[in-house]
T-cell receptor, first 116, second 122 residues
């Protein structure tokens, strides 16, 4: 069965500082991994995804994530935080093409707070 | 523009009343989903549907019902049996292939979300 753990329900950074949001997953088969962003009172929007191939994935708004199989991690990073990055971020895992569930399992989310 | 619409944005109901939340998509996606979101709990799957006239229970289906009479529409009814209905409800859709390998392409089933409906029951 697949599962996702997001370390830290809140992460606070200063504008211009590095953003690091942590995600660890559990999957019995090679997973597909996603990061979504949610602004207040809105739906989720896909930031980036990992399926196969290159383990460093670039997404929208300057975010990127690296799939590390040995660490079962898929941490999200951005070199320099902007005030507009303040939002809730969700990591998700699915197993769509390998006999597992194609329906993603979501982590509990990490709220990113950006200070001026 | 293709996308998912949910209406209304805010909904208020008295306890004991059933209420139906609308979800419509024009992305030509086969699969649709309903999630409930509470603070600090992430997204919890209520129901999902892979094809018209078929749907399956998710992790927290008790007190909810759905229908899928059209590919574009997947309304959710919150019944009076749902003990804590006040929440933010999100609808999503994705492609779905029963034999993705035969299609010769890689499908990730990434989900597209609507803007959500905030339901308050008093």
């Amino acid at each position: 069965a697949q599962s996702v753990t997001q370390l830290g329900s809140h992460v606070s950074v200063s504008e211009g500082a590095l953003v690091l949001l942590r995600c660890n997953y559990s999957s019995s088969v090679p997973p597909y991994l996603f990061w979504y962003v949610q602004y207040p009172n809105q739906g989720l929007q896909l930031l980036l995804k990992y399926t196969t191939g290159a383990t460093l994935v670039k997404g929208i708004n300057g975010f990127e994530a690296e799939f590390k199989k040995s660490e079962t991690s898929f941490h999200l990073t951005k070199p320099s935080a902007h005030m507009s990055d303040a939002a809730e971020y969700f990591c998700a895992v699915s197993e769509p093409l390998t006999g597992g569930s194609y329906i993603p399992t979501f982590g509990r989310g990490t709220s990113l707070i950006v200070h001026p | 523009d293709g996308g998912i619409t949910q209406s209304p944005k805010y909904l208020f109901r008295k306890e004991g009343q059933n209420v139906t939340l609308s979800c419509e998509q024009n992305l030509n996606h086969d699969a649709m989903y309903w999630y409930r979101q509470d603070p600090g709990q992430g997204l919890r799957l209520i129901y999902y549907s892979q094809i018209v006239n078929d749907f399956q229970k998710g992790d927290i289906a008790e007190g909810y019902s759905v229908s899928r009479e059209k590919k574009e529409s997947f309304p959710l009814t919150v019944t009076s049996a749902q003990k804590n209905p006040t929440a933010f409800y999100l609808c999503a859709s994705s492609i779905f292939l029963t034999n993705p390998g035969l299609a010769g392409a890689s499908y990730t089933y990434e989900q597209y979300f609507g803007p959500g409906t905030r339901l308050t029951v008093t």
